[in-house]
């Protein structure tokens, strides 16, 4: 990619819309009124104006749109930007995209390339940048939320905040083995090394976080397991209101996860039907237990789906999945005898009727809630975040238990540039192509 490009892109979704809004970015933006515009003179800053777009080759006008123009370094990018609002019709589109082929030093752009050079010219950090990403796939309330508090420099201004701490302790332990024949104060090492703990504290307790802000980035698994014919795929149906799963009274009709996505009071969650747990001699059904047992240790959140026509039975190979991640439940009530106390720990529902369907969604949204409670601090949001922190803690407590004063201020040097590579501001080269491949054109 060459940054000296005047690249564009469709910064609006494809295909056929009622307003398309194509964004032009680099040296060369403002010429594009003088090329394809009518009147042929540039608008004022930030105000949209109404133009004739003509192909210059031919003087044909293919539409009218709103243009804007954003000089330098006032814009998104913090290059000069133009922004065409037209008619989003494809046969526009495909024109408009075809007269700025045809313009000198101008290309299409590559996904992400105008977040990036927002970026390259000190317009957002990293994690701003990777905000932007997150705010447009965000698919519900919670998602959309965090994204804007990352994107409102929230976690940059944390990490920030602990790498000028950790530079003050570092410069000051450096003078201390620079200028050792000079008059400091006699404990500076000391009270820096106070201060270095004091960091690895606070990194510790942010990395004890049970990956919150990626678990709501990807979504909040919930598995719902039992006996075969318990109600499990009756419940999944009636959760997501639809009919996702096949419900038969033949057990073992589910051999295979069946997954819905939901938005769950602005929570997104991902609801996984699994095979009944029994004993079998079928293969295929033997094989649908193991993944059911497989994703009961992966999912965030287990329903254990108990079989009221069995009372007072309950099935063991369910009850040895109860733990501190479980809601337990007994589904058909309406077989139980009058006045059943479940045990403790047990609510009934009936799937069949309704009855204890909103109050197992309240505890649902309890539970979710529980684990994604507001600490006040911005979460760690990506693996990425949470490898820089973790090796930056190593070297941290590695510091502290350096034999050497020099030693210590090498670790601290690394867990300083470890911290850098989180918002872009040390070390970046090699991230930038991971970070931004996954954006989409026009952003």
């Not at 949209?48 to 330098?72: C, K, M, N, Q, Y």
């Not at 590559?110 to 994690?127: H, I, Q, S, V, W």
């Not at 959760?239 to 997104?268: K, M, S």
Request: with cysteine; hydrophobic share 45%; glycine share 6%.
């Amino acid at each position: 990619m060459n940054p000296a490009d005047t690249i564009f892109a469709l910064a609006s979704g494809a295909g056929r819309a009622g307003v398309a809004v194509f964004r032009v970015s680099g040296e060369d933006a403002g010429l594009v009124f003088e090329k394809i515009c009518a009147p042929a003179t540039t608008p004022a800053p930030r105000t949209a104006s109404l133009r004739a777009i003509t192909d210059p080759r031919t003087g044909e006008t293919i539409d009218h749109a709103l243009v804007l123009w954003f000089p330098a370094p006032d814009s998104y990018t913090g290059e000069n930007v133009a922004e065409f609002h037209l008619h989003g019709g494809r046969a526009i589109l495909n024109a408009l995209i075809e007269i700025f082929r045809s313009l000198s030093h101008f290309r299409m752009a590559a996904p992400g390339e105008f977040t990036r050079r927002a970026f390259e010219n000190g317009k957002m950090d990293l994690t701003e940048a990777e905000a932007i990403a997150d705010l447009v796939d965000a698919e519900t309330a919670a998602q959309r939320r965090q994204a804007l508090r990352q994107l409102d420099g929230e976690l940059g201004r944390l990490y920030n905040g602990w790498a000028e701490r950790l530079k003050r302790s570092l410069a000051h332990i450096e003078a201390a083995i620079d200028f050792a024949d000079e008059d400091l104060p006699p404990d500076i090492t000391e009270q820096r090394m106070a201060d270095i703990r004091d960091l690895l504290g606070d990194i510790e307790t942010h990395l004890n976080d049970k990956h919150r802000g990626e678990r709501l980035r990807e979504g909040f698994t919930v598995a719902i397991l039992g006996p075969p014919n318990a109600g499990k795929s009756s419940l999944l149906n009636a959760l997501a209101q639809r009919e996702a799963a096949i419900v038969a009274p033949t057990p073992g009709t589910t051999r295979d996860i069946i997954e819905v996505h939901l938005d769950l009071a602005g929570y997104p969650v991902t609801l996984a039907d699994t095979a009944g747990l029994r004993e079998s001699i079928d293969a295929i059904e033997s094989e649908g237990v193991r993944r059911a047992l497989a994703r009961a240790e992966q999912a965030d959140l287990k329903i254990l789906v108990f079989d009221g026509a069995k009372w007072p039975a309950l099935d063991e190979a369910t009850r040895a999945l109860m733990d501190d991640n479980a809601l337990a439940i007994i589904n058909k009530m309406d077989l139980l005898p009058a006045n059943v106390s479940p045990p403790p720990g047990f609510f009934l529902v009936s799937v069949l009727n309704g009855t204890g369907l909103s109050d197992l969604i309240e505890r649902l949204i309890a539970a979710i809630d529980l684990r994604f409670a507001n600490t006040g601090q911005p979460s760690l949001t990506r693996a990425r975040h949470r490898a820089a922190l973790e090796e930056c803690r190593d070297h941290l407590q590695r510091a502290i238990k350096a034999p050497q004063v020099e030693l210590c201020a090498e670790d601290a040097r690394l867990a300083l540039r470890a911290l850098g590579r989180i918002t872009g501001y040390v070390d970046v080269e090699d991230l930038l192509d991971v970070i931004f491949k996954d954006f989409c054109v026009g952003k």
